[in-house]
């Protein structure tokens, strides 16, 4: 049940963001987070604990995506439902159709449903790798190590994929046809909150002790554990460069309703990915590192094939006027041959007379 209500919170979330109500969608993510913990808190403190500890995380997950979905629901009717109510007589509505919506989504599905595989994908390549004398202790190991980092890592850089929703939702053209926002001011927003992301990759990796004090601190570790995770977590301090790329790519490719283009995305990122996580031991390259330097691989096709997509599609905007003002102008200097000829046919025939 967990995938329905989840999907039902995302549509009520997509619609609050498209109305421009996104603080309410965050005050939902954040409720989420904060139930899980507190059940977690309680949860812990009963039998449960003891008996049944698995039941845990599953219940927590639950309460906090139900807290969520009703946080959505209960603002979609305060502040949406009657705009769309007197919105539905507009006729513009009536060109949306159940395909067009497919023909969007699809793409940016099929790119969400690759982001979740990529790591587990990972996770499997580094838990078999048998080269160069490794065993299963060393496996589990590298696998302990990349649970670890992969929460902490995107905890710097994973907001900066919301960024995709602000053109599409901020840059409309309101009915004397000015942009609510422009385009640049949106680009800017983004190249901001990229230096903001890369200061606390800076922080988090490449200051001395910070990420050791956290490790060992917060989640509990050992000092020597916290050392196999330094060199994965300062590889993984490049995601913050093709994620603002692609969040920014993707997000004028929803504007313009091009989606289709992101495919070739999804494939590059798991093609690289496999590439690397087959060659990368091959070369001497194992566990933990080898996991990283793959997602983050793989990150990059992804940036750049959209950045590629997103250049063949602005091309084909950008030369469709000119061809139109092309024909315009052909079609002008065809009249205007037209009405010499017949010009001079006047001036002939009265000639003649």
């Not at 699809?106 to 790798?129: E, G, H, K």
Request: hydrophobic share 50%; with cysteine.
């Amino acid at each position: 049940m967990y995938p329905f209500i989840d999907g039902l919170a995302w549509i009520h979330a997509g619609i609050l963001i498209k109305y421009k109500h996104s603080f309410l969608t965050g005050l939902g993510s954040i409720a989420d987070v904060v139930t899980q913990v507190t059940v977690v808190a309680v949860l812990l403190k009963t039998s449960m604990a003891v008996n049944n500890v698995f039941y845990i995380p599953l219940i927590a997950s639950y309460s906090g995506v139900v807290v969520r979905l009703l946080i959505l629901i209960c603002s979609y009717y305060k502040f949406c439902h009657h705009k769309i109510l007197r919105e539905s007589e507009n006729s513009n509505l009536k060109l949306l159709s159940f395909c067009n919506i497919i023909k969007t989504w699809a793409p940016l599905m099929a790119v969400r449903l690759c982001q979740r595989v990529s790591r587990p994908l990972i996770n499997l390549f580094v838990a078999r790798d048998r080269l160069d004398g490794r065993t299963e202790a060393d496996a589990i190991e590298s696998l302990a190590v990349l649970s670890v980092v992969f929460p902490l890592c995107h905890i710097p850089y994973g907001w900066l994929n919301e960024i995709k929703a602000l053109e599409a939702t901020f840059t409309k053209k309101k009915e004397n046809k000015r942009s609510e926002m422009k385009v640049k001011t949106v680009r800017i927003f983004g190249v901001a909150m990229f230096f903001v992301s890369t200061m606390l990759v800076i922080i988090l990796a490449w200051i001395p002790g910070v990420a050791e004090s956290i490790l060992v601190n917060a989640s509990n570790v050992t000092p020597s554990f916290a050392l196999l995770c330094l060199v994965p977590i300062q590889i993984m301090g490049i995601l913050p460069i093709p994620v603002i790329n692609r969040a920014l790519v993707t997000g004028w490719l929803i504007k313009v309703k091009t989606t289709s283009v992101l495919y070739p995305t999804v494939v590059m990122r798991l093609g690289v990915i496999v590439v690397m996580v087959t060659t990368l031991p091959m070369m001497g390259i194992h566990g933990a590192v080898m996991g990283t330097t793959a997602l983050v691989g793989g990150f990059i096709a992804d940036a750049l094939t959209a950045l590629v997509g997103a250049s063949v599609v602005k091309y084909k905007c950008n030369r469709r006027p000119t061809l139109n003002l092309l024909m315009q102008n052909t079609s002008d200097l065809e009249k205007h041959d037209e009405s010499d000829n017949s010009k001079r046919e006047h001036l002939s025939f009265e000639s003649t007379l």
